[in-house]
């Protein structure tokens, strides 16, 4: 659907690219959504920041500039005088002559979620503490005794 000239990417679509992209991360996740696997993939299975999925608001950015390439641009490769609509519609940024992307109005994982990092201390933290390493004091999440 979305290489044939699309006006827009639906919630259909969407939800689609989250089932694919849960599955490329995680092939047994039973999540419905980007977010609900980020979260179990983040805090159950305790991966790091670069190995779960992007954000909701990431993918649906990624999927607006990927249909108007593959679907607006490329479809229309062949045609004279192509009918092509305002990047700025589709997830692009017009920065003086030129067009940058708009990767997501969120901030990144590793700054926003920092106080989510946990230690597997059974004692007191060292210099191999995740904690002690971010410069960050142990929370409840944390296996360790140190006070929080």
């Given at each position: 659907m979305l290489s044939q000239?699309?006006?827009?990417?639906?919630?259909?679509?969407?939800?689609?690219?989250?089932k694919f992209v849960i599955l490329m991360y995680d092939r047994s996740s039973a999540a419905t959504s980007v977010?609900?696997?980020?979260?179990?993939?983040f805090a159950r299975k305790q991966r790091s920041y670069n190995s779960?999925?992007?954000?909701?608001?990431a993918l649906r950015?990624?999927?607006?500039?990927?249909?108007?390439?593959?679907?607006?641009?490329?479809?229309?490769?062949t045609i004279t005088r192509p009918d092509l609509s305002s990047p700025a519609h589709w997830g692009?940024?017009?920065n003086g002559d030129a067009w940058q992307v708009c990767w997501t109005t969120l901030p990144p994982v590793g700054a926003s979620c920092q106080e989510l990092t946990k230690c597997a201390c059974k004692k007191g933290c060292n210099m191999r503490c995740k904690?002690?390493?971010?410069?960050?004091?142990?929370?409840?999440?944390?296996?360790?005794?140190?006070e929080q």
């Open positions: 000239n699309p006006s827009t990417v639906s919630d259909t679509d969407m939800q689609q690219l989250e977010d609900e696997a980020r979260l179990d993939l779960i999925p992007p954000t909701e608001a950015e990624h999927a607006r500039r990927a249909a108007y390439q593959a679907g607006i641009i490329w479809s229309q490769a692009w940024i017009k904690c002690f390493r971010s410069a960050l004091p142990c929370t409840a999440l944390c296996g360790c005794t140190c």
